[in-house]
């Protein structure tokens, strides 16, 4: 059960003067602590819990925002951040287990850092739980004094605690801040998430932005998983841990619920390894079969045949969009050949005309002279003229002292909704 903290106790310790003429912003509420499970797809087990608050008058629910209102109509923001932070570590009742627990922490806290990270340590040592176990959850957006801020986080390290950034991505998040704060895990804004499931393009973003968060030195949490679709995206960004509706909602921390929660994650991972495992052997035989073509289309053209006709067959592989001829210096050798349901472009753009272009600067085409007895992929990039996810891939053809390079332009968006892996080399 929850233990109670009066809230009166908070407002007697709070740093704005004549707080004890105010009326005490919980009379008449029912306040609980409700305790949402994180986990770590790697160790396939629970490691943390987020502390939310859970509000009703007795009849009706109080949505946590609309508490915070009241608080900050009253000017006792301060006071009821502080009773929270309280009131979830008291009531936590899984201190003696291997687990983080995170804890929102207000802007407006920031500005009395001393005073309250004080508390907070006394609140750990009374209730028999190492700060190192407490995540103090910031916005890092949300406070419009960023030297403050700083000052808050380096105290809060200073002390044992470990600092999280919630909702990252969204507004003016920046690197710079992310970098200056150094969090031990980042919090990725469900928004993210939810766009990534509907927009291949916000996938690749959210990708990317995993990985850059990853390789700047902070763990990625993903939350709001609500589905089995955004599970999965989650889990193909390699995010470090989860969090969300379809893994725990909040409530009670249980020993018995956890081994199940965790038993129903394994069961996703294992589905996981084995969708990998199909998707790789379906990818694998389409590779083999670009490369079949392509090479094939080589021959075709060393027996001379037209360009189009003998990248006919190539054409009919899933994606490929345009086929083109660069010689030994790079100049492209004609105009571009296109698959037959984009031989007709919708709109005029002069960069598809691009006979007498140079292209030895690309990737494709360097890799193309450095390994020529290769078929040669580069990494993603925005093609021209469609401005369009592109990866070309090239090789080298010789026919006596006359060395060019074929090049054939696909859209991996198209293949594998978007999750194809092409390999530097076919």
């Known amino acids: 059960m929850n233990r109670v903290i009066a809230f009166s106790r908070y407002q007697a310790k709070a740093p704005e003067a004549a707080v004890t003429n105010k009326q005490d912003l919980l009379e008449g509420l029912n306040v609980r602590s409700a305790y949402q499970p994180i986990f770590s797809p790697t160790h396939q087990k629970l490691v943390g819990f987020e502390a939310l608050v859970r509000v009703d008058d007795g009849s009706r629910p109080l949505s946590p925002a609309a508490l915070f209102e009241r608080a900050l109509t009253s000017s006792q923001t301060v006071q009821l951040d502080s009773f929270l932070l309280h009131h979830h570590v008291d009531n936590f009742t899984g201190r003696d287990q291997p687990v983080w627990l995170f804890l929102n922490i207000n802007p407006e806290t920031c500005t009395h850092p001393t005073s309250s990270l004080d508390r907070l340590v006394d609140q750990c040592t009374e209730c028999g739980i190492s700060p190192e176990k407490l995540v103090l959850e910031l916005v890092e957006t949300a406070s419009d004094n960023t030297e403050a801020l700083i000052q808050f986080v380096n105290m809060a390290k200073s002390r044992g605690f470990r600092i999280a950034i919630d909702d990252f991505g969204t507004g003016d998040s920046n690197f710079e801040r992310l970098w200056q704060i150094n969090p031990t895990i980042v919090k990725i804004d469900r928004s993210l998430l939810v766009n990534a499931e509907h927009h291949n393009r916000a996938r690749q973003l959210l990708e990317s932005l995993v990985r850059m968060i990853r390789e ?34 909040p409530g009670i921390v249980d020993s018995a619920l956890a081994a199940s929660q965790e038993a129903g994650l394994s069961a ?22 670009l490369r079949f073509e392509i090479l094939e289309a080589c021959h075709r053209l060393a027996r001379g045949e037209a360009f189009a006709d003998a990248c006919s067959a190539v054409f009919d592989m899933g994606g490929v969009k345009r086929c083109f001829m660069l010689n030994s210096d790079g100049v492209q050798q004609g105009n571009l050949a296109f698959a037959r349901k984009d031989s007709s472009p919708q709109h005029f753009n002069p960069l598809y005309r691009s006979a007498g272009a140079c292209w030895a600067h690309r990737e494709y085409f360097l890799n193309a002279l450095e390994r020529p007895q290769s078929i040669n992929c580069s990494r993603p990039y925005v093609g021209l003229p469609d401005a369009a996810r592109t990866v070309t891939l090239s090789t080298s053809l010789t026919s006596g002292s006359t060395r060019q ?7 991996p968006d198209e293949l594998f909704d978007g999750q194809l892996c092409f390999p530097a080399v076919l």
Not at 229 to 239: F, G, K, N, P
Not at 271 to 286: A, I, M, N
């Open 268 to 289: 996703m991972m294992e589905q996981t390894r084995r969708r990998f495992l199909q998707e790789s052997s379906d990818q694998s035989s389409f590779l083999r079969l």
């Open 216 to 249: 700047s030195g902070s763990l990625v949490l993903l939350e709001g998983i609500e589905n089995d679709v955004q599970a999965r995206i989650a889990l193909d960004t390699e995010a470090d841990l989860l969090q969300g509706f379809l893994f725990g909602m």
């Open 405 to 411: 390079v074929f090049c054939v332009d696909i859209h």
